[in-house]
């Protein structure tokens, strides 16, 4: 048996069974530790995928009734690859953001670092408030502080 992580709640548990003609591939969908449904793909020689297992996941996340929508797409997104999204260009953005703390000579210095760092590693991803400039410095750092250590502490 194998297992796939695919966050800390949702693995997918594949076994290879021989079958009357050939062998089958049985995916197992498991929530929170609890098995909510299963998969199997029948296969008379060989596969064609890109891992093993890949086409009986897909079949088994397309029919479930069981998952959220982020849960789906997340789901969708580790079978495309057979990896967990790759989620270390935030972690990146975040380190270089930080760095406004080390090069800056004052507060303002260092959040316009930040924030331009954190603009330039997320485009279109993130959008400053409308009254993001008439914010006093203290509250202007809080708020990017906060972003970077979401960035930072992304891993699902």
């Known amino acids: 048996m194998e297992e796939f992580k695919i966050s800390e709640r949702i693995q997918i548990r594949c076994s290879t069974q021989n079958s009357r003609t050939g062998f089958k591939h049985v995916a ?4 929170d530790g609890d098995e909510i449904q299963t998969s199997t793909v029948s296969y008379y020689n060989r596969t ?3 891992y093993e297992y890949q086409s009986v996941m897909k079949q088994l996340i397309d029919k479930s009734k069981f998952l959220s929508d982020e849960e789906m797409n997340l789901c969708t997104e580790f079978i495309k690859t057979g990896n967990a999204p790759d989620n270390s260009g935030f972690k990146s953005t975040a380190m270089v953001a930080m760095m406004g703390d080390i090069f800056c ?3 303002k210095e260092s959040n316009d670092w930040k924030a331009r760092m954190i603009k ?3 485009g279109q991803g993130i959008q400053m408030p409308a009254d993001w400039d008439e914010l006093d410095e203290e509250t202007k750092e809080l708020r990017l502080n906060k972003v970077i250590t979401e960035l930072k502490g992304v891993s699902q």
């Open 48 to 50: 064609w995928e890109r």
């Open 28 to 31: 197992r969908l498991v929530r």
């Open 105 to 107: 000579k004052d507060k």
């Open 120 to 122: 330039a590693g997320l």
